[in-house]
């Protein structure tokens, strides 16, 4: 006997009475979502849109009227709520499962269950280390040392990526301070010199500013001074009114590190998890802008790094 | 010998009506009790699948959970490179993709195949529209400038040491994502095929047609997450 | 008594056997090439595994044979010394050799051995048969799988040949980021892991569906032998947990071409955040691992001593409990590297999973009782697990208790931890059930004094090589290091010593399979006495798996009251009625 796997069967209705299943035979009857329903759905959906988008908008117009910086968390939830609410929708109407057999839900639920199991414990972790002791602590260097980016193993680089030796500097120091030396032998270049001078570099420095901040400040991506601009061009360049966030310095501990942020150290950190990775140095009450440098040890008590305390 | 595919098209070749992968020729495979069961159990073995693709994106999105709270200045300052509107865009055309290929399966559900055909090209085009939204807009303006992933990197105006690490999170989610997109068209164009060949499914055969919707969804049910949480952070 | 609804006969009556041949030599091998019949694809699934089994025992012999001395000195001629060479500059050599034997073993073992063995080879063959089913639900997904199989183990021999890999068969960042650099090895062995999960994937999903839609009619969740519960779990397991691998194993494939940073503290990222999700995975394949080896004790054990199986709801849920639990676990492999609160939560949650295995054990040791136990091969081997997976799993509470752990971590304790229940579990409950099925596969009686002398020397040599590694891992000796003070060399020894008793073990079975093969007696249909439907087909099956649709009429292990099928009440006396207990 042949037989193949598709071979067309009839189907004999009055077979298998024990039929496990608990469905009996001939109906065929597949629910049809009406074409109503569907448009519903997705105007819902994207008025959910709309909505999403224009949440969001305000939290930044309340920010910036109100001189005000709202949590990251509350961003968050109101962007994953809305998320949840449309994801459901989709679930619910376009993939029919609020009229399919219920076991396709519970395999969905069972799903979200683990992703959630995953992210939860995961960020326990990782939201956590160092709570008892300094020696678990992620060493917050912020990106990173750079160390190892030009790591050879028997003199042969690790990685197909571009093979840069950032000299122990992060990634985007390392990227700032090649621009900036590309811009001074630019204004070099235009002297005649074949190495830039002190003016070079600081007329390298200014154009630098005024590309960031013409792209950041005036397009409102970033109302403020960058922390790098040591000389303060974002005034001399003439952009301060565009500055609508000013921070005042009194009472608020937590911001003036902000603004005191090192190049290589900021502590601004409104995540999940308020001052994740600030040890007791940083919180300086007097408002006297401290921050420790990138080689000061991080796990020093506040006793010892602060003599006012 | 069991062969993988019995429907040999030794019927006489009058037209699409005789073609064995006409619907109303199809039957089902011999080791299901009946069609309905072959159907459940088809659209099961789909559910099962989508939950791995869920749970691949949950790894992508809990290292954007964990380098948020690790880093939230770093994500504040690479979402502004990001216009909103372009991934607003993003959105809407997946939502209506989505809309397009419920229409689809109804269409099929009620044996209208031109439908069916209608609605799937949209999905099509919405597909590529996606696609060359991300890529012309998104892509290759960043790339050009540099802000790329990890070592790639050569912005030079960064404001925040870590955001290297969002762009490698940035580019493997969407990036992950758009493969996505282009194994639900490919799905969707095999459909589409054999819908205009052969009008290979009606209200008794439309397993394929549910199936692909369903890994359609899922792309959009993906964006629905990665759009808030890539663009709309301040 | 039969348990066969006659009524509804279907055509396969002068159906033969799924092995005979058919269409001459090049014939049959484009058959099995391309078949979608699940015993055909559970037969070269078996085949398979046990080739990669072989393969990573060699590995583990030649670790083994390193072990043996301290230090390779190549000047006082020892065995050992010779393997890899001995002076300076060799013995840095040697260790990258060492390095590359153990992850080959590690990656061979798991991922091309361990986690596909019993569901893909086993579960493929006799899930639809004991549910009834004439096949399973996805049988084309079935040969996609199993060719998926297949290239991801081409992978991974070809990274080996070309050299081989040493970042440990859990590819820790940076190890997996940083060595080898100059070759595409860690990247293809990377790969190799990636598609085989892709593999287990399918094959778990096809069995999910398989147990929802396929059931014969007359078997409900609760008529279902302990081996399709077992074997659900698992696939529920593979579903769930392999994606994530698929994913951390993505990241690191970008991590190494293109230094995205997410692992590379360098950039920022976080290598333990790769051990998270490595283990998000990887703890709940251990359960893959070990649930289906449980599944098919279960039978073992009632089968062989004829007996009602004692809790059949408590094992059935445990198993899902042991599923459930699993996804939350894993941290207890990163006691030495998380915060303190995670760890906390971990270590308290691992000690949730010693419930549902000790109900398990439990209920095993009680359907014993009172048993007409026989001593065969299956018993033996039954029997075997019960001791060895009981020491296995009580030595992963000391691991998951946060103090002692801190000591025992990436100490030979674990190895020994592991070996006792990936080996003395999953292996042991592997080969017995190979020995139980045998006969209904190939349609042949093994050499049951031969089989008995195998299961004794795999007991004493299993014993022989790790228990001695329980007292090495606490007393300081750690894992993965190719030299060691010269104190530890006794036990190593007597450890090196017990693989040779295993490797003698494995290689009796092996003759005693050939011999079974070539010359082995006719097997009846129901040689045990089971009472699971698999035993109501002839051996070997026929194509079709039955020849009539198949009625259940009784539960799997009704010994007490049901004659099984094709045996004689002479050969298989029901107990007196009125000494039966109600269940
Ligand atoms: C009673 C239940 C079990 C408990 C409480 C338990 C606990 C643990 C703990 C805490 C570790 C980490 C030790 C360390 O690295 O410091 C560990 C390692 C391990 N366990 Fe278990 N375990 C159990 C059962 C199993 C089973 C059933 C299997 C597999 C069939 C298994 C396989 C492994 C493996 C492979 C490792 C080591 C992986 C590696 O580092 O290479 N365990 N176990
Ligand atoms: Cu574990």
Redesign the pocket.
């Known amino acids: 006997m042949e037989h193949s796997i598709d071979d067309v069967h009839t189907p004999n209705p009055d077979f298998d009475p024990t039929d496990p299943h608990g469905h009996g035979h001939g109906h065929h009857g597949h629910h049809i979502i009406s074409a109503r329903t569907l448009m519903t759905i997705l105007l819902i959906l994207l008025f959910f849109t709309v909505l999403t988008v224009a949440l969001s908008r305000g939290e930044v117009w309340i920010q910036d009227t109100f001189h005000v910086i709202l949590p990251q968390w509350l961003n968050v939830i109101i962007a994953m709520s809305i998320a949840t609410v449309k994801a459901v929708l989709v679930c619910a109407y376009f993939m029919g499962l609020r009229f399919d057999k219920a076991l396709n839900s519970i395999i969905m639920l069972i799903c979200v269950a683990a992703v959630i199991c995953f992210l939860f414990f995961t960020s326990i972790d990782l939201g956590n280390r160092g709570a008892v002791s300094q020696l678990r602590a992620t060493v917050p260097t912020p990106g990173g040392t750079g160390y190892g980016l030009d790591r050879t193993y028997d003199g042969i680089s690790t990685a197909a990526s571009p093979r840069i030796s950032t000299s122990g500097q992060p990634i985007t120091e390392f990227r700032r301070n090649e621009k900036l030396a590309q811009l001074a032998m630019t204004e070099a270049a235009k002297h005649g010199r074949t190495e830039p001078n002190e003016a070079d570099v600081a007329a390298g420095e200014a154009e630098f500013w005024r590309y960031y901040y013409n792209d950041y400040v005036k397009k409102g991506k970033h109302p403020h001074r960058h922390e790098h601009d040591e000389q303060n061009l974002f005034e001399s360049l003439g952009f301060a009114h565009h500055d609508t966030n000013v921070i005042e310095p009194v009472d608020r501990p937590d911001l003036d590190a902000v603004s005191a942020s090192s190049p290589n150290f900021s502590y601004r950190r409104t995540g999940i998890t308020p001052h994740l990775l600030d040890d007791g140095s940083s919180h300086d009450a007097h408002g006297d802008a401290h921050a420790p440098s990138a080689n000061e040890s991080h796990d020093a008590t506040p006793a010892e790094t602060d003599p006012d305390h | 010998m069991a062969t993988i595919d019995a429907n040999k098209p030794d019927l006489p070749a009058a037209g699409a009506k005789s073609h064995p992968l006409y619907w109303k020729n199809r039957g089902f495979a011999h080791h299901f009790r009946n069609a309905d069961e072959q159907f459940d159990a088809c659209k099961l073995g789909m559910w099962l699948f989508l939950t791995t693709e869920v749970l691949l994106f949950a790894g992508i999105f809990c290292a954007y959970a964990i380098f948020r709270m690790l880093y939230p200045e770093a994500w504040t300052a690479g979402s502004h490179h990001l216009d909103w509107r372009f991934g607003g865009l993003n959105t809407i055309v997946l939502l209506i993709s989505s809309w397009t290929v419920a229409s689809g399966v109804r269409s099929a559900q009620l044996g209208n195949n031109a439908a069916l055909i209608r609605n799937l090209l949209i999905t099509l085009v919405c597909a590529a529209l996606f696609v060359f939204i991300k890529l012309y807009f998104e892509y290759i303006p960043k790339l050009s400038m540099g802000k790329a992933p990890g070592t790639f990197f050569s912005y030079p105006y960064a404001h925040d040491p870590h955001e290297p690490l969002w762009w490698s999170v940035y580019y493997i989610g969407t990036g992950i994502h758009a493969l996505h997109v282009f194994i639900g068209a490919g799905l969707l164009t095999w459909v589409l095929v054999r819908a205009i060949k052969y009008e290979a499914y009606g209200p008794t055969e439309y397993t394929m047609v549910e199936t692909s919707a369903l890994y359609w969804h899922l792309v959009d049910l993906v964006w629905i997450f990665l759009f808030p949480l890539l663009y709309l952070i301040h | 008594m039969t348990t066969v609804d006659t009524t509804h006969e279907l055509d396969h009556h002068d159906e033969g056997s799924y092995l005979t041949p058919k269409y001459g030599a090049m014939g049959t091998v484009w058959d099995w090439m391309t078949t979608v019949d699940h015993k055909k694809i559970g037969v070269m699934y078996l085949f398979a595994v046990l080739f990669m089994f072989f393969l990573g025992g060699v590995a583990a012999l030649a670790v083994r044979l390193e072990l043996l001395e301290p230090v390779r000195i190549a000047a006082d001629g020892s065995i050992t010394g010779q393997l890899f060479g001995g002076d300076g500059e060799a013995i840095a050599t040697g260790n990258q050799v060492y390095n590359r034997l153990f992850t080959l073993h590690?990656a061979i073992m798991v991922f091309m051995f361990i986690v596909p063995s019993v569901p893909a080879s086993l579960g493929n063959f006799f899930l639809p048969l004991m549910l009834g089913a004439k096949d399973v639900a996805f049988p084309r997904l079935n040969l996609f799988s199993w060719y998926i199989y297949v290239s991801g183990s081409i992978f991974g021999i070809a990274s080996i040949v070309l050299g081989g890999v040493d970042t440990g068969?859990?590819f820790y960042t940076p190890y997996s980021t940083t060595t080898d650099a100059d070759h595409w090895r860690v990247l293809l062995m990377v790969l190799a892991a990636f598609v085989l999960g892709f593999s287990s994937i399918l094959t778990g999903l096809n069995f999910i569906v398989t147990t929802h839609k396929l059931r014969a009619p007359g078997m409900g969740w609760f008529d279902m032998p302990l081996f399709i519960w077992a074997i659900y779990a698992t696939s529920i397991i593979q579903v769930l947990a392999t994606p994530v691998i698929g994913i951390t194993l993505l990241l690191l494939i970008f991590e190494r071409l293109f230094k995205v940073g997410i692992f590379d503290p360098g950039l920022g990222g976080d290598p333990v955040l790769y051990q998270h999700f490595f283990w998000f995975y990887s703890h709940p394949v251990?359960?893959v691992?070990?649930l289906p080896g449980m599944g098919i004790i279960s039978e073992l054990l009632s089968v062989h001593c004829r007996k009602q199986i004692f809790g059949y709801r408590a094992i059935a849920f445990s198993s899902l409990g042991i599923a459930a639990v699993s996804f939350i676990v894993w941290g207890?492999?990163m006691?030495t590297a998380m915060g303190e609160l995670a760890s906390t939560i971990f270590s308290a949650l691992?000690?949730l999973?010693?419930i549902p295995?000790a109900i398990k054990v439990f209920n095993w040791i009680a359907t014993l009782y009172k048993g007409s136990i026989a001593i065969n091969t299956p018993m033996l081997y039954a029997l075997s697990f019960l001791f060895l997976f009981s020491i296995?799993?009580l030595t992963?509470?000391p691991?998951?208790a946060l103090a002692t752990?801190l000591h025992?971590?990436?100490s030979y304790f674990?190895v020994a931890?592991?070996h006792y229940?990936?080996m003395g579990?999953?292996v042991i409950a592997f080969i017995g059930g190979i020995h139980h099925w045998w006969p209904k596969m190939f349609g042949r009686m093994y050499n049951e004094k031969a089989g008995m002398l195998g299961c004794v020397l795999v007991f004493i040599g299993f014993n022989l090589t790790f228990m001695t590694q329980f007292f090495l891992g606490t007393q300081g000796m750690p894992r993965r290091y190719a030299s060691y003070v010269d104190e530890f060399q006794f036990l190593h020894s007597l450890s090196t010593y017990g693989s040779w008793f295993l490797l003698a073990g494995f290689l009796t079975h092996l003759f005693n399979f050939i011999h079974s093969l070539v010359a082995g007696p006719k097997a009846p249909p129901n040689p045990w006495g089971g009472l699971t439907v698999e035993w109501e087909t002839e051996s070997p099956p026929i194509e079709h798996n039955f020849h009539h649709e198949v009625l259940v009429k009784h539960g799997p292990y009704d010994f007490d009251t049901v004659v099984p099928p094709h045996c004689d009440e002479r050969d298989f006396p029901l107990p007196p009625q009125d000494q039966v207990r109600a269940h």
């Open positions: 590690g068969w859990t251990v359960y691992m070990i207890h492999h006691f691992t000690f999973v010693a295995t296995g799993g992963g509470l691991l998951g752990d025992l971590h990436d674990v931890h592991f229940v990936m579990g999953t």
